[in-house]
Antibody, heavy 115, light 107 residues
């Protein structure tokens, strides 16, 4: 049983950098074809894929590439996301999910960007 | 970017009815398509992957099909618990893109 849980600051001010952590269990990033992804969803709106880490390769949504960094701490079963220059428009629930078909999801963490 | 045009935006149906939701891809994506259900306040749940394969634990009332670049999700024998928003996803190419969602209400 794969479980994932996102953690983050909850609220931050415009121009700050968002740091999110996805802590997972029931699998390992050392496993072949195992990866994790970050997605987000503004309240009442649709889903947007942000970035994935898979088989030691990183993949980013080109529209946000300059602001995103995804990384992993394999020994801690964690995947991290850094998102720079946050704006109020980046206010959303941020999810981590297993890469591929997004078969497993965390509960999401709400991030509010406001001064 | 590949655009996924999803329709309808919303629909209302009665229990035991059959409903169909479609996604039109802006180019060939093969079978690199999935369907998700999202209930209010919850994370999305994978229903269908590879256009037609049923995800683990999903009732057989849910089925997916493909005709060229048009993909459909059919829900047979609607149940009250099928209420939610349904999304398609293409993972053929970067950036992965979702349809805009279909809000399903059970009368």
């Amino acid at each position: 049983q794969v479980t994932l849980k996102e953690s983050g600051p909850g609220m931050l001010q415009p121009s700050q950098t968002l740091s999110l952590t996805c802590t997972f269990s029931g699998t390992s990033l050392s496993t072949s074809n195992m990866g994790l992804s970050w997605l987000r969803q503004p309240s009442g709106k649709g889903l947007e894929w942000l970035a994935s880490i898979w088989n030691n390769d990183n993949y980013y949504n080109p529209s946000l590439r300059s602001r995103l960094t995804i990384s992993k701490e394999t020994s801690k079963n964690q995947v991290l996301l850094k998102f720079t220059s946050m704006e109020p428009a980046d206010t959303a629930t941020y999810y981590c999910s297993t890469s591929g078909w997004f078969a497993y999801w965390g509960q999401g963490t709400l991030v509010t960007v406001s001064s | 970017d590949i655009q996924m045009t999803q329709s309808p935006a919303s629909l209302s149906a009665s229990p035991e009815e059959i409903v169909t939701i479609t996604c039109q891809a802006s180019q060939d994506i093969g079978n690199w398509l999935a369907w998700y259900q999202q209930k209010p306040g919850k994370s999305p749940q994978l229903l269908i992957y590879s256009a037609t394969s049923l995800a683990d634990g999903i009732p057989s009332r849910f089925s997916g099909s493909r005709s060229g670049t048009q993909y459909s999700l059919k829900i047979s024998r609607l149940q009250v618990e099928d209420t939610g928003i349904y999304y398609c996803l293409q993972r053929y190419s970067n950036p992965l893109t979702f349809g805009s969602g279909t809000k399903l209400e059970i009368k």
